[in-house]
């Protein structure tokens, strides 16, 4: 397994409120995470960094090395970050109403964990495909599965932004939670800086250029958000998989 990742502030905001972190634990198990911040004065960029090196550094500390442990442990942890974080905003007037989005993938020798609340985003591209691997926790995403509004529609729709589902601003912070086995290709972990700004397609063929390492593809899918507007922060993480399992 190999791993890159960048973060850019875009071409609309004045600050980069995602935030990112790759980290080991005591067993050599991986974990990646992406969190895009919201709300507040500041609240935004402390509530990010908050998730992911909180999250990160308590990562650290553990030595499981099965997917049923971790399961358990992300969900605890994630709870924990919510308290610690609704706790912070209710000290601080301008960290009110302050939350985060989060993706994180643990990555075991055979399988990976994906966990996501809010819109932040898991694709795996494989086989010159990209299937998402998250579904999203926000209005226009309710909309569409109710069959009010089609994906089409949804990407431009003008509540795009309302999230049903973070870290902060509610008591109660659910992960999604799914395994998966590891196949030969790259996963992304991506924030909605990326995935409004560019389609799908248009990151697949980012992704398909072979002769492109990990680092200049995540420099490429930021240059072509910031291309398109670059309307928000943007944050990329990739890991590659030779379907060996994890080296």
């Not at 004045?14 to 980290?23: I, L, T, Y």
């Not at 999250?55 to 499981?64: A, D, L, N, P």
């Not at 030969?184 to 995935?195: A, K, N, S, V």
Request: negative net charge.
């Amino acid at each position: 397994m190999k791993y890159s990742y960048l973060s850019d502030v875009g071409r609309a905001r004045s600050k980069n409120e995602d935030f990112v972190g790759f980290f080991k634990n005591q067993a050599g198990v991986a974990l990646a995470i992406v969190a895009d911040g919201l709300g507040g004065h500041q609240g935004g960029e402390v509530a990010s960094e908050m998730a992911v090196s909180n999250i990160g550094y308590e990562f650290e500390q553990t030595e499981f090395k099965m997917p049923n442990e971790a399961y358990t442990w992300l969900q605890k942890q994630a709870s924990a970050e919510n308290e610690q974080i609704l706790e912070s905003a209710n000290q601080n007037n301008e960290l009110m109403g302050m939350g985060t989005t989060l993706v994180c993938v643990i990555v075991f020798e055979k399988r990976f964990l994906i966990a996501n609340i809010g819109d932040s985003r898991c694709y795996l591209f494989s086989d010159g495909k990209l299937l998402q691997l998250t579904e999203d926790h926000s209005l226009v995403n309710e909309m569409v599965k109710n069959g009010q509004i089609s994906k089409e529609e949804a990407r431009n729709h003008p509540q795009k932004n309302i999230i049903t589902r973070t870290l902060g601003v509610s008591s109660e912070a659910k992960l999604d939670q799914t395994l998966t086995e590891i196949v030969p290709g790259e996963l992304l972990l991506c924030t909605d800086g990326l995935t409004n700004m560019v389609t799908d397609d248009g990151i697949a063929q980012i992704l398909g250029q072979k002769q492109l390492g990990l680092a200049e593809k995540c420099q490429a899918l930021i240059a072509a958000a910031n291309e398109a507007g670059g309307s928000d922060n943007i944050t990329a993480l990739l890991l590659s998989f030779d379907g060996e399992g994890v080296s």
